[in-house]
């Protein structure tokens, strides 16, 4: 752990320059630039809304806010894990010519993750007072669930890193796996409302996105109380993710190159 502890401080101003030039990259040859990051999450916010609040008539209060709210949360663990899978391989050149400890590839690509996210929190905030949310002081537990949601979805990317170098149809068992993880984890449904006793349990609780997605809408829409408790248990076993894929990767980054 010291030793990747050091090689964040050591790595993280590169972390950063690669975030901002993947960034600028991204919207270098379109027209609408950086609208991109806001057109986007909105529209598919708009057909979610349309779809499930519309024509099948979802009566849950603040239902746009309530799906944005779930999308947020969705897009970013989507991100993060999808992308980890292959993160290696994608970077052949750089891992072959250079050393840099692997996970600070997945540290760099976090970071653009976490900069769209914080623009779609911004447009969240909009929408919640547009649709007129009561806005009180339960709402800023809204950072360490993210917190929460960013060391999780990091020590999942870590271990699917290390083992998508060597397993080649890792990338199309993890798209089925958050295929059924999406439609499970309520983001265009309460998962409260449409299900009961132990299935509603298991899902809020063996689902760790449906989980934080339940206590990110309690605390941002409906002024309640995040659960401590299954916060706190799911912190823990965030941590011990990431403590498996850094021994994981400090293990085997040295023969990454020789495989790919």
Same mark, same amino acid.
């Given at each position: 752990?010291?030793?990747? &502890?050091? #090689?964040?401080?050591?790595?993280?101003?590169?972390?950063?320059?690669?975030?901002?030039?993947?960034?600028? $990259?991204?919207?270098?040859?379109?027209?609408?630039?950086?609208?991109?990051?806001? &057109? /986007?999450?909105?529209?598919?916010?708009?057909?979610?809304?349309?779809?499930?609040?519309?024509?099948?008539?979802?009566? *849950?209060?603040?239902?746009?806010?309530?799906?944005?709210?779930?999308?947020?949360?969705?897009?970013?663990?989507?991100?993060?894990?999808?992308?980890?899978?292959?993160?290696?391989? !994608?970077?052949?050149?750089?891992?072959?010519?250079?050393?840099?400890?692997?996970?600070?590839?997945?540290? $760099?690509?976090?970071?653009?993750?976490?900069?769209?996210?914080?623009?779609?929190?911004?447009?969240?905030?909009?929408?919640?007072?547009?649709?007129?949310?009561?806005? !009180?002081?339960?709402?800023?537990?809204?950072?360490?669930?993210?917190?929460?949601?960013?060391?999780?979805?990091?020590?999942?990317?870590?271990?699917?890193?290390?083992?998508?170098?060597?397993?080649?149809?890792?990338?199309?068992?993890?798209?089925?796996?958050?295929?059924?993880?999406?439609?499970?984890?309520?983001?265009?449904? #309460?998962?409260? /409302?449409?299900?009961?006793?132990?299935?509603?349990?298991?899902?809020?609780?063996?689902?760790?996105?449906?989980?934080?997605?339940? /206590?990110?809408?309690? *605390?941002?829409?409906?002024?309640?109380?995040?659960?401590?408790?299954?916060?706190?248990?799911?912190?823990?076993?965030?941590?011990?993710? #990431?403590?498996?894929?850094?021994?994981?990767?400090?293990?085997?980054?040295? !023969?990454?190159?020789?495989?790919?």
């Amino acid at each position: 752990m010291k030793k990747f &502890i050091s #090689n964040i401080k050591k790595y993280h101003k590169y972390a950063v320059r690669s975030a901002k030039a993947e960034l600028q $990259s991204e919207v270098a040859d379109s027209y609408l630039n950086w609208l991109w990051w806001i &057109i /986007e999450p909105v529209c598919f916010m708009l057909i979610y809304t349309f779809i499930f609040g519309y024509v099948f008539q979802n009566k *849950t209060p603040y239902f746009a806010s309530f799906v944005f709210v779930g999308l947020t949360a969705w897009d970013f663990f989507n991100r993060m894990v999808k992308g980890s899978v292959r993160l290696i391989v !994608s970077n052949r050149d750089l891992v072959k010519k250079v050393y840099i400890p692997k996970y600070i590839l997945l540290l $760099s690509k976090s970071y653009t993750y976490v900069f769209k996210m914080m623009i779609s929190i911004v447009i969240t905030f909009v929408l919640m007072i547009f649709q007129g949310v009561h806005l !009180s002081w339960h709402i800023f537990f809204f950072i360490p669930i993210n917190v929460i949601l960013y060391i999780l979805s990091f020590g999942i990317g870590m271990i699917l890193m290390n083992y998508g170098v060597t397993v080649n149809d890792l990338g199309n068992l993890i798209n089925v796996l958050l295929r059924m993880v999406f439609y499970l984890s309520g983001i265009f449904y #309460n998962i409260n /409302e449409r299900l009961s006793g132990t299935l509603c349990s298991l899902l809020l609780r063996a689902n760790p996105v449906a989980m934080l997605m339940n /206590e990110l809408r309690n *605390t941002m829409l409906y002024n309640q109380l995040p659960n401590f408790k299954w916060l706190a248990i799911w912190l823990v076993i965030a941590l011990i993710l #990431n403590a498996i894929g850094i021994h994981l990767i400090h293990k085997n980054e040295n !023969s990454y190159a020789k495989v790919i």
